[in-house]
């Protein structure tokens, strides 16, 4: 599958037509989506009618945008009009289809591109995996006994199996990097703000992201959807720079980098954790980074990240939802809903002050170094099915597999996954970066 660059400025100079390119998309798609459960709706003939209106501006001397032509998987927590949207449940599930794009997808149609379908995605982007009552289990490319991440577990899938050049994601927690990282694919997690995401949740955690193959293409991705929207009162101004010309251009010599094997508190595997700290390390010496020494161990951000997203999973539902349907959920939701229902308000006043300490410990980090390298997560993909490891290596792991991604979420910093390696049984491992909130 070309990248999501190669296929706009083909069709852009009329060398492709964005029917075509569609057209080799649904035959993948309809080769390996009932082995791997990446898509869970398809419109097909919507895709085409905007792929042809696409392929007539190029005819007509008109630019289409510098997504010309490029089929899209739009993750199915996330609006796009013609489309249902399930969350991911049985609640949710053979609703009509809703009748506006969110921001986000809008502005990638604005640029030309093709939405084909929604992903898969655990019930409410719960968890990191994606298994669901709703639409059964979602594979991995790379090995369809494991999982490809959760939550935008449907779009790693997808982008990973070449079924489109790229899918929309979103990361409340780590939800676009896991994937990224269990796929062998790039993951940005933007800055909090960066892409407008009105109607956010509570906790004010969540990004909208892409997941893709190259740089560029998710620098590309980022020039089209950043900006504010009124809608969305943490928007973030326009960008003032280009990305895609930053990442050619931007001179990292000597910015300075930190590496840590377990922030403290993560069981890490040890074939994992070499894999990473060996990608980091060339990274370090290619882009001519300075490791410097500054350990950094904050306070575990699990409790509080689950504490805090707590509103969040009340805010998906409907009157009459709970506990009147609780039999139609997931286990890892009903449990979430049942064990938050009562909580009193100190609970969620003390989670905000422990989120306040690691907002203060991660500006501390970040007035000495410019890039924090980790492992993105702890294992690399496990069973399709569930459930996270809590073992690792023989050892308790109360993080499980994803202990190091929740931190740029509740503090708001911009953190990417990049591939870092293969394992012995032929599985992906992800590097995460991350930096200082809006150095993105």
Known sequence: MDSVIEVAEAVRRGERKATEVLDECLVAIDKRNAELNAFVHLDPEAARRQAAAVDARVERGEDPGPLAGVPFGVKDLEDCAGMPTSQGSLLYKGRPPVEDDSVHVARLRAAGAVPVGKTAAPEFGSTCFTDTKAWGTTRNPWDPTRTPGGSSGGSAAAVAAGLVPFCTASDGGGSTRI?????????????????????????????????????????????????????????????????????????????????????????????????????????????????????????????????????????????????????????????GLDSSEKWPVP??????????????????????????????????????????????????????????????????????????????????????????????
């Open 179 to 335: 994937p990224a990282a269990f796929a062998g694919l790039l993951g940005l997690k933007p800055s909090y703000g960066r892409i407008p995401h009105p109607r956010s949740a509570v906790s004010m955690t969540s990004v909208y992201g892409a997941l893709v193959t190259t740089v560029a293409d998710a620098a590309r991705h980022l020039d089209v959807v950043a900006g504010p929207d009124d809608l969305d009162k943490a928007s973030l101004p326009p960008p003032t720079v280009s990305y895609e010309r930053a990442i050619e251009e931007l001179d990292v010599a000597g910015l300075r980098a930190s590496w840590s094997d377990d922030m403290g508190y993560a069981v890490v595997d040890a074939e994992v954790l070499a894999i990473a700290r060996e990608a980091a390390d060339a990274l370090v010496a290619g882009a001519g980074l300075r490791l410097v020494d500054r350990p950094f161990a904050p306070t575990n951000p699990l409790q509080t990240w689950l504490t805090s997203g707590a509103c969040d999973l009340w805010q998906d539902l409907e009157r009459g939802m709970w506990p009147d349907r609780a039999d139609e959920m997931t286990s890892l939701v009903r449990l």
């Open 347 to 440: 609970r969620f006043a003390f989670a905000q002050r422990h989120r306040q300490q690691l907002e203060e410990e991660a500006a501390a980090l970040f007035r000495d170094v410019d890039v924090l390298l980790t492992p993105t997560t702890a294992t690399p993909a496990f069973a399709a099915e569930g459930p996270m490891p809590m073992q690792i290596d023989g050892r308790n792991a109360p993080a499980g597999p994803v202990p190091f991604t929740m931190l740029a979420n509740l503090c708001w910093n911009a953190a990417v996954s990049v591939p870092a390696g293969i394992t012995a049984d032929g599985l992906p491992v992800g590097l995460q970066l991350t930096c200082r909130r809006h150095a993105d």
